[in-house]
């Protein structure tokens, strides 16, 4: 019966001795929802934190990636803004594993982000006496509203409007819509150049690859006579790329950039002006052959292509011996790209 009693008192007793001991609350009471104090927080989430370590690389220092085979580094950079949302999902799987290892590390990309397009949200200088109003657009070939778009583009005000896509049965109609306000303009191919000030010294520049059949002609040179002076103006189509299964198909885009480059580096009027369908953005590689050469903007994103739903800006306006100010795009028109527009400060 001692025994009983003891062992009873004992039972008794044992409740409140581990209330005493201040053990721990039942589960779930008084811990952090996120429950960051727990261990380990430091060392989960390292398979984010190599991504976000690899995603900041390839924003800081896309040319890693090599473009042999399928040309992906060209393919990396024609969509680089857009590695922006591989970003965002990594800091919210960092907030979903409770990281703070994976949290730290998104800050990378998230830098590398913000210096390499964080200045395109900036604004632009203000208007000034020796700016030159630009529009660039390719009107489709099979736009069946050519009056329309002629109307659009001319009612930003430009002093000049290069046009890729000009086909003979729509050519009339531009000519008629542009008349009253672009006295002067010139066209060589499918393309064509509207101008407010005389040009003077137009003449085909060939940009055709090795491949393509004989009649494709999709550049032009001209000097534009402004108030501040010579312009060479050069409007130009680049062919058209295609993703596939083999990768990224540029070659012939990137070999008529490699001529139309030479063709800008033998000008010898100072100050020059490209516009035109390059078919890639200014980061693609493809391109270097005109961005190692020319000024680009560095405002505004204005996404041309597709028209739908913009992608990537692949209609560009380049300079040299001036500066390119913020590019935005302009209403859209009967074309599968959107007509963008862009203020020159000549030098």
Request: proline residues 7%.
């Amino acid at each position: 019966m001692a025994e009983r009693t003891n062992s009873g008192a004992a039972a008794s007793a044992a409740p409140a001795g581990r209330a005493d001991s201040g053990a721990a609350p039942a589960a779930g009471a008084g811990v952090s929802r996120w429950a960051w104090e727990r261990p380990g927080r430091w060392t989960r989430g390292r398979v984010i934190a190599g991504l976000a370590l690899l995603t900041a690389l390839l924003l800081a220092f896309p040319r890693v990636l090599p473009n042999r085979p399928g040309h992906l580094g060209s393919l990396l950079e024609a969509f680089l803004p857009w590695l922006g949302l591989m970003v965002v999902v990594l800091i919210a799987c960092a907030l979903l594993r409770r990281s703070v290892t994976a949290l730290l590390s998104v800050l990378l990309p998230v830098a590398a982000w913000a210096y390499a397009f964080g200045g395109l949200f900036l604004a632009a200088p203000e208007p000034g006496e020796r700016d030159l109003v630009v529009v660039q657009h390719n009107v489709s070939d099979v736009n069946t509203d050519p009056a329309g778009t002629a109307r659009t583009l001319a009612g930003a005000g430009p002093d000049l409007i290069a046009l890729e896509e000009l086909v003979p049965a729509a050519l009339p109609a531009y000519e008629k819509a542009l008349a009253p306000d672009f006295r002067f303009h010139e066209v060589r191919g499918t393309v064509g150049i509207w101008s407010k000030h005389p040009l003077t010294g137009t003449r085909v520049v060939d940009i055709k690859p090795k491949g393509i059949e004989e009649g494709w002609s999709r550049g032009l040179r001209t000097v534009v006579h402004t108030p501040q002076g010579e312009v060479a103006a050069y409007v130009a189509h680049l062919p058209s790329i295609r993703v596939g299964t083999s990768g990224f198909a540029s070659s012939w885009r990137d070999e008529s950039a490699h001529l139309l480059g030479r063709a800008v580096a033998a000008e010898t009027v100072g100050r020059v002006i490209v516009l035109g369908d390059l078919n890639s953005t200014v980061d693609d590689r493809g391109l270097s052959p005109l961005t190692s050469q020319l000024n680009v903007s560095e405002r505004g994103f204005a996404f041309s292509f597709p028209a739908s739903f913009p992608l990537a800006r692949i209609d560009q306006v380049l300079a040299r011996s001036a500066t390119v100010g913020r590019i935005h795009t302009l209403p859209a028109t009967g074309s599968d790209h959107l007509p963008i527009t862009a203020r020159v400060t000549l030098g």
